[in-house]
């Protein structure tokens, strides 16, 4: 009898020892293979800018011209029509009896009452400019055209609603814009699909009242814009040039 009980419980403590055995063989193998897999990788999702360093990014440094802010009669030249070929210019960004334009910089108001009368009733023209006393002379003036509506922007902003323009034309003052990037992504912000961009300017080194046409291409395309029409009739002697342009997909 003592040998039998003696032998049971040889047993049962060789069942536990293999039993212990397997457990701690089963947790070093799991252990090992913890340790040979990889580490997870690393998310791809893209890293989201704040709005300091998208407006550090868009931050131009180049020398502009100050924007002028002396008598407007020098717009009237009756010379300008003809030389800058406005019905053309126009006919290019496609402007036509319903269209929403804007005309950035508007000083005047000398494209704007011609953007204004192409457009007819149907159509509008938005008068955007940054120095108040303009605004109050292009309202005088376009007092007998109720499609137009002016704008007072800044210098970075132009604040027209979103999606709400066929075409847009920068006419001579792209060179006082002090952080065009950003002027220009609220532009393509304002534009409907398929909308246009003109840029009218002439050559020079941005604090001359002209600026590298290269360059605006350039910036044109940091603000989501490629170049899709580029002209030299604005002026008989080639000096000015005029870029179109239309936002990226």
Not at 144 to 156: A, C, F, H, I
């Amino acid at each position: 009898m003592h040998s039998s009980i003696t032998a049971r419980g040889a047993l049962c403590l060789t069942l536990v020892l293999m039993l212990f055995g397997c457990s701690s063989v089963a947790t070093q193998q799991r252990a090992q293979q913890q340790q040979q897999q990889p580490p997870p990788p690393a998310s791809s999702s893209p890293t989201t800018q704040t709005p300091q360093e998208d407006a550090a990014a868009d931050r131009i440094d180049r020398p502009t011209s100050e924007p002028y802010t002396g008598d407007l009669s020098i717009f009237e030249d009756g010379q300008r029509e003809r030389n800058l070929q406005i019905n053309r210019v126009m006919d290019i960004l496609k402007i036509k009896e319903g269209s929403s334009v804007a005309d950035i910089g508007a000083g005047s108001g000398w494209f704007t009452v011609r953007a204004a009368r192409r457009a007819g009733a149907s159509g509008r023209v938005y008068a955007v400019e940054i120095n108040e006393d303009y605004v109050k002379y292009i309202e005088r003036r376009a007092e007998k055209l109720p499609n137009v509506r002016t704008v007072l922007g800044s210098e970075d902003d132009p604040r027209l609603p979103a999606k709400s323009v066929d075409a847009v034309l920068i006419l001579k003052t792209y060179h006082e814009i002090a952080q065009p990037v950003r002027v220009l992504k609220r532009l393509r912000a304002a534009m409907r699909d398929g909308a246009l961009l003109g840029i009218i300017d002439r050559d020079g080194e941005g604090d001359d009242h002209g600026l590298d046409g290269e360059q605006v291409i350039r910036e044109a395309g940091q603000a989501g814009f490629t170049l899709v029409e580029q002209h030299d009739f604005v002026k008989p002697d080639n000096m000015d040039y005029f870029l179109v342009f239309r936002a990226k997909n």
